[in-house]
């Protein structure tokens, strides 16, 4: 490449860069170099394929017009991915007079030759993050503002593992799966994982929602570069999927099957999240459903109080640091604590109440204002949440048969009526669909469950003793 032709290259950079800005740019073109121009062609490269795929279909265009900018004759961009190519000494331009983005790269030397591999400058975690493909990351939810309490301490040592790995240590949990309900820091663990792996590891890892993998994989395959979508996804080292119950779709599904297997198989670590156990997730492929179990399921419980209270006093604390002035005396973080029980996302939008109307007129946080703030978000307390397990053990518990009798193909008389009862409770009492539940039931088929509910609901008019015997098993369900 002639000394033309780099300040040509030098400031076909230097607009491309006032075009996308300074962090784009790291992220996606500070190791492509101009290999040369020929005629009406500018020949470019770049170390990956991925890369390659990339910057062709979001900014081809783009590079041609700056390029056309310096060079009219230019009608055409070259994109290859360049290999270990061997570099003569003669043919390598002084370190002075490289341009910004190939003074990142370093020269390794290999039996004599030369040989340029890319160094991609510092850039911070989030940009490089975003730049990869990966969701957004939250620099709130890190390790540090993470409260530990007795319903999440097994999650949290376990995500604390996974971020704290290497690249070749032995995978312990692979998948990691994490479930709970809404607002109990799912989330908030997810990307903490990412910002202190990507931060302080030598591994890869990348955070998407089930949203956003669905929607990079049909724009891979819109634009025809699937492959590309593929290997970039089983090239990472940590592959972190947030709110899985939203993936849907056959073909999405087996593409996630695909790299899910590809990764464990190659001992890359997956970590996954959900708002009900692998089982549950009713719309997964039994294959997928079964090798998430295969995996380390944690669940995260509900807040206690104690736990709560924790949370607001971190909360306050760290607000008190952007809002001098905020103040929240204990007996008020007590009450909310007390009242506010439903999840940790109300937690907040009570504190950030209390907050805005500080900053905004100066009030004092008196227990009268927090009560009459944060009167809409008490909510009566919600029944427990029925598992299918729970109403198949008591069930079997009250009429003396064991809980496979309910799963197996027996047609005794003393053992049909349980099992019927048992279905009948499943669908009143959890928000199973009749499939499912006949899935759960030894995989018996839907209408067989309807059959079953029908026959109770029938009985339950006219038979008082099973009355009696069904109301006295939703109170045992409900206690235990």
């Excluded at 996308?20 to 009406?40: H, P, Q, T, Y």
């Excluded at 002084?94 to 030759?113: T, W, Y």
């Excluded at 029944?383 to 053990?393: A, F, N, T």
């Amino acid at each position: 490449m002639t000394s033309l032709e780099q300040e040509r290259w030098s400031r076909v950079k230097g607009r491309l860069k006032a075009e996308v800005g300074d962090d784009v740019f790291s992220s996606w073109f500070a190791r492509m170099d101009l290999e040369g121009l020929e005629k009406d062609t500018a020949r470019l490269s770049v170390p990956t394929r991925f890369l390659k795929s990339w910057i062709q279909s979001h900014y081809g265009d783009r590079v041609l017009r700056c390029w056309q900018a310096e060079e009219r004759n230019v009608q055409k961009i070259e994109l290859t991915v360049r290999t270990a190519a061997i570099k003569t000494q003669a043919a390598k331009p002084r370190v002075d007079d490289q341009p910004e983005a190939s003074r990142d790269q370093r020269v390794e030397k290999s039996n004599g030759a030369e040989h340029r591999a890319p160094s991609a400058a510092p850039i911070p975690v989030s940009t490089a993050h975003e730049a990869s493909g990966g969701s957004p990351l939250d620099p709130r939810l890190t390790f540090d503002t993470f409260v530990v309490g007795r319903s999440n301490t097994l999650t949290h040592a376990a995500a604390k593992q996974v971020a704290s790995a290497r690249r070749g240590d032995l995978v312990m949990f692979n998948p990691l799966y994490i479930h709970a309900g809404v607002g109990l820091g799912k989330t908030h663990l997810l990307q903490a994982i990412t910002w202190a792996g990507n931060a302080n590891g030598d591994r890869k890892i990348l955070y998407l929602t089930a949203e956003k993998f669905m929607y990079g994989f049909v724009s891979a395959l819109k634009n025809q570069n699937a492959i590309a979508f593929k290997e970039a996804l089983r090239g990472i080292d940590v592959l972190v999927i947030d709110d899985l119950q939203f993936l849907t779709g056959k073909n999405m599904q087996a593409e996630f099957c695909h790299t899910l297997n590809a990764l464990i198989d190659a001992g890359r670590q997956v970590v996954i999240a959900a708002d009900r156990p692998p089982s549950d997730l009713e719309t997964l492929d039994d294959r997928v459903r079964s090798r998430l179990a295969g995996g380390l399921v944690v669940e995260m419980g509900p807040l206690g109080e104690e736990l709560r209270f924790e949370i607001l006093k971190n909360r306050v604390l760290a607000a008190r640091a952007h809002h001098t002035g905020f103040d929240v005396p204990d007996s008020v973080v007590s009450y909310i604590a007390k009242s506010v029980t439903h999840n940790g996302r109300d937690l907040e939008g009570a504190l950030n109440r209390l907050l805005a109307l500080s900053k905004l007129t100066g009030q004092p946080m008196t227990m009268e204002v927090a009560e009459r703030e944060v009167r809409d978000l008490i909510r009566p307390q919600e029944p427990k949440r029925v598992k299918i397990e729970d109403i198949q053990r008591v069930v079997a518990r009250q009429y003396n048969v064991s809980r496979s009798d309910l799963l197996s193909s027996r047609r005794t008389a003393n053992v049909v009526r349980p099992r019927q009862v048992a279905m009948y409770l499943a669908k009143t009492l959890t928000l199973r669909s009749l499939p499912e539940i006949g899935r759960r039931f030894g995989g018996r088929d839907h209408t067989t469950v309807l059959h079953a509910v029908r026959k109770i609901e029938h009985l339950l008019g006219n038979d008082t003793t099973l009355a009696d015997e069904v109301d006295t098993l939703k109170r045992q369900l409900q206690l235990e």
